[in-house]
């Protein structure tokens, strides 16, 4: 499977300012993805990370709060903006790539722990 | 609206029996079934996935899906305390983001 890696690992951040998280891919993958974990929550889909075009945001997520952006297969970046406390999470990126046999498992980064004061 | 049920738990095990967790799907046209483990304070690691009616085994792991009954289940034989976590259930069809579940956290007592 794909190595993953995301930067930063944590942060602590004042309300009001942005954070840009990126994740790197070892290898080129067809698909990226940005999820959310809130404190003991399951993950929701923030956005689907499309190369070379703007992200499809899901139902509740708005470019302007979280501007995407993919600028290749291998890597891409997501911004919190403008945060509030109600932003404290772990925010996840994903891949897929549906290779040659259509398989298509995601993988998981190590995840950014975000809280906001 | 597309929906993932689980138990949420806890389920309690001793140590070598079998954990049975189960999770219902409300989207028919879902193609893929994923499990994943999570530990308190880590990302979900993919344990078991699942394409086809039937079982599928993996080490102590069987998955098993039922289409007909939108129903998916992840037995875990010999259970020990390192299996302690929380247990996500996830569907899709392909190119598309998973849709999870709430998960199911499993405690396993030696």
């Known amino acids: 499977s794909a190595v993953i890696s995301q930067k930063p690992s944590r942060d602590i951040c004042q309300r009001g300012t942005s954070l840009t998280i990126q994740c790197q891919v070892d290898?080129?993958?067809?698909?990226m993805f940005w999820y959310r974990q809130q404190p003991g929550q399951s993950l929701t889909l923030i956005a689907t990370?499309?190369?070379?075009?703007?992200?499809?945001?899901e139902s509740g997520f708005v470019i302007d709060k979280f501007p995407i952006s993919r600028p290749n297969l291998t890597f891409s970046t997501l911004t919190v903006s403008n945060m509030s406390p109600e932003d404290s999470s772990i925010y996840l990126c994903?891949?897929?790539?549906?290779?040659?046999?259509?398989?298509?498992?995601?993988?998981f980064g190590p995840g950014t722990r975000l809280t906001v004061l | 609206q597309k929906e993932v049920e689980q138990n949420s738990g806890p389920l309690s095990v001793p140590e070598g029996a079998i954990a049975s967790l189960n999770c219902t799907y409300s989207?028919?046209?879902?193609?893929?079934f994923f499990w994943y483990r999570q530990y308190s304070g880590k990302s979900p690691e993919l344990i078991m996935f699942?394409?086809?009616?039937g079982d599928k085994e993996d080490g102590r792991f069987t998955a098993q899906l039922n289409k007909a009954s939108q129903y998916v289940s992840l037995l875990i034989r010999d259970s020990q305390p390192s299996d302690s976590a929380t247990y996500l259930c996830?569907?899709?069809?392909?190119?598309?983001?998973?849709?999870f579940g709430k998960g199911t956290t499993l405690s396993v007592s030696s």
């Open positions: 996830a569907v899709n069809q392909a190119g598309t983001a998973l849709i």
């Open positions: 990370a499309n190369q070379g075009s703007e992200a499809t945001y």
């Open positions: 989207d028919r046209g879902s193609q893929s």
């Open positions: 994903s891949v897929e790539d549906l290779g040659v046999l259509l398989d298509n498992e995601q993988f």
């Open positions: 699942i394409y086809s009616n």
């Open positions: 290898s080129q993958v067809t698909m």
